[in-house]
């Protein structure tokens, strides 16, 4: 299996970059091309060393043949195109080795393809420290997968005619909603069977006032109705916040 030629363009050649003079990268290691180091293979790179765009190009050819191997090799489970295209470019990018011994490869032999996102998210670092250029990649890595997924889907599940979304509730719905509602009806009740003798009793509204609110059964019945009127709040908002 090959990288695909969309796959280069879209992870590995906005990333790497192409230089035709030799240079060292921020590792301190002597580059030339599309990445193009002395471990990779032939040829060796050496100070002040340049080459053509032809050249570069085909170097990068013979490189990725090695790291599609190398990828290839470590694989127990079959891959879509977009997949193979992360993986190849993570090991383009990183080495074999690390991807040989990290979360990535054990994911993705374990069949779990959710997980691998994650898993890519972590290679963000670069000298102990978090790399915008890093992130970048990483997160064109996860869409290139995702995008596969996607691809990925039953064609017979895409014609389906979706049905349309089920109605939100509303608080007559709510089982919640209804038991505030009885809750703080009851209160009420209770309040005006509790305030009774002492308007029935007292001479002017102060006295009246003052009788009321004394009275504990009045304030165990206000205290429901408060409780009722809080639940009922509360259950309005997470309704329109969710839908359920």
């Known amino acids: 299996m090959h990288m695909s030629e969309a796959g280069r363009h879209a992870l590995l050649e906005p990333f790497e970059g192409c230089k035709l003079k030799a240079y060292h990268c921020p590792a301190g290691i002597l580059t030339i091309g599309w990445g193009h180091t002395t471990a990779a293979g032939h040829p060796p790179v050496t100070e002040n060393m340049s080459i053509s765009q032809a050249e570069a190009n085909a170097i990068l050819s013979t ?10 090799s470590m694989l127990t489970v079959k891959l879509d195109q977009n997949q193979f295209d992360v993986l190849v470019d993570f090991c383009y990018n990183a080495g074999p080795a ?21 898993e890519l998210m972590k290679w963000t670092k670069g000298g102990g420290k978090v790399l915008p250029g890093l992130v970048r990649r990483c ?6 997968w995702n995008a596969g997924a996607d691809q990925n889907e039953d064609p017979e599940e895409q014609r389906v005619t979706p049905t349309a979304p089920p109605a939100p509730k509303t608080m007559s719905d709510s089982k919640q909603g209804n038991a505030a509602i009885a809750t703080g009806a009851l209160g009420a009740l209770g ?29 165990i019945m206000l205290g429901v109705i408060i409780l009722g009127a809080a ?3 509360w259950r309005n908002q997470h309704m329109q916040e969710t839908g359920e």
Do not use: M
């Not at 490189?63 to 290839?72: I, T």
């Not at 690390?98 to 994650?118: H, M, T, Y």
């Not at 309040?191 to 504990?216: E, H, K, M, W, Y």
């Open 98 to 118: 690390n991807l040989k011994n990290s979360g990535i490869l054990r994911r993705v032999n374990a069949s779990q393809f959710d997980k691998v996102p994650e």
């Open 191 to 219: 309040a005006v069977n509790a305030a009774a003798p002492q308007i029935q009793q007292a001479s002017d509204t102060f006295s009246q006032l003052r009788g009321i609110f004394s009275n504990v059964n009045f304030d």
């Open 139 to 144: 997160q064109a890595r996860v869409s290139w």
């Open 231 to 233: 639940i009922w709040y």
């Open 63 to 72: 490189d990725l043949q090695k790291f599609e191997e190398d990828v290839e």
